[in-house]
């Protein structure tokens, strides 16, 4: 993906900008929760994630392992949004998927890859996710589903 | 006048890395989460990926070496591939791709010119960033 380069406003330098809190003011009213289950995290991927949704005022959790989600909706935890890992150790993302939908899980359900496959693509889906992304989470992705789940 | 002309410099710098589009988009987005909350986010999410990029980029290159159908090198590369696109590496991230395809068709040799041009992108990149930092640490303190 080509970055339009014409004239690139370098937001970052200019010292404290009021920008940056606008963004979240639409979803102040019902903070979207959202589950974040990371695969080995590196760190990056998911801090970016997780500040990208936060920074659209979405309340966010992020937990280890698919079993950790399992436990966490077993425990009655709900959450409007679910992102969920393809590579995962033991319990991979569409059994993640699988299982929580079966525990009456209702929220959106984002399955995300590193590298896509249609395969995955098909087996996420089956499971129950709503939707199969590559990575990185983006703006164009999120903010639709913060509306929908706004509605 | 000597920081009109360090901005002048910084923007010059960051526009060349994404005219080289060995940043794209994606960076943009990290600089959009830089704020009030997080005036250094941009910085310490790039010393995070160049703390733990070089150490899966070394485990990938023994695997190459000593045992292709290694499962772990499918792992790595995936989570090298995560990390670089997250963070919007281009170039970096194009070249995982090539290796990731490679690795796929068990094309072994192709893999490793893949891997080896990684590495050279991710010098490049290192260094481009780092003399991007350093200029924008040196606007703070003007």
Do not use: W
């Not at chain 1, 909706?73 to 079966?102: D, H, K, Y």
């Amino acid at each position: 993906m080509g970055a339009e380069v014409d004239h690139i406003c370098p937001t970052g330098m200019s010292g404290g900008s009021a920008e940056g809190n606008d963004k979240s003011e639409g979803f102040r009213l019902r903070p979207p929760k959202c589950l974040g289950r990371p695969y080995h995290n590196g760190g990056v991927c998911q801090i970016i994630q997780t500040g990208l949704l936060r920074s659209y005022g979405v309340e966010t959790e992020v937990v280890e392992t698919g079993e950790a989600v399992v436990e966490l909706i077993a425990s009655g935890a709900t959450f409007n949004l679910i992102i969920i890992e393809m590579l995962l150790p033991i319990l991979n993302g569409p059994e993640t998927v699988r299982q929580i939908r079966a525990m009456g899980a209702q929220g959106k359900i984002l399955g995300i890859t590193t590298f896509f496959d249609e395969r995955d693509q098909q087996e996420f889906l089956a499971a129950g996710a709503d939707e199969f992304i590559e990575k990185p989470l983006s703006p164009e992705i999120v903010i639709p589903i913060i509306r929908g789940l706004d509605n | 006048m000597e920081s009109d002309l360090l901005r002048e410099q910084i923007s010059n710098m960051r526009q060349s890395l994404f005219v080289e589009e060995i940043l794209e988009y994606q960076f943009l987005q990290l600089e959009q989460l830089q704020d009030n909350e997080n005036p250094n986010f941009l910085q310490e999410i790039m010393t995070l990926y160049f703390r733990e990029s070089p150490k899966t980029i070394a485990i990938i290159d023994q695997a190459l070496e000593e045992h292709f159908n290694f499962p772990g090198l499918y792992k790595y590369l995936h989570q090298l591939k995560g990390s670089s696109a997250s963070i919007g590496a281009n170039k970096v991230t194009k070249e995982i791709n090539q290796a990731l395809e490679c690795f796929k068709e068990g094309d072994i040799q192709g893999c490793k010119g893949a891997v080896q041009r990684l590495k050279q992108e991710h010098n490049i990149l290192r260094n481009r960033l780092q003399s991007y930092f350093q200029l924008l640490r040196q606007i703070k303190i003007c």
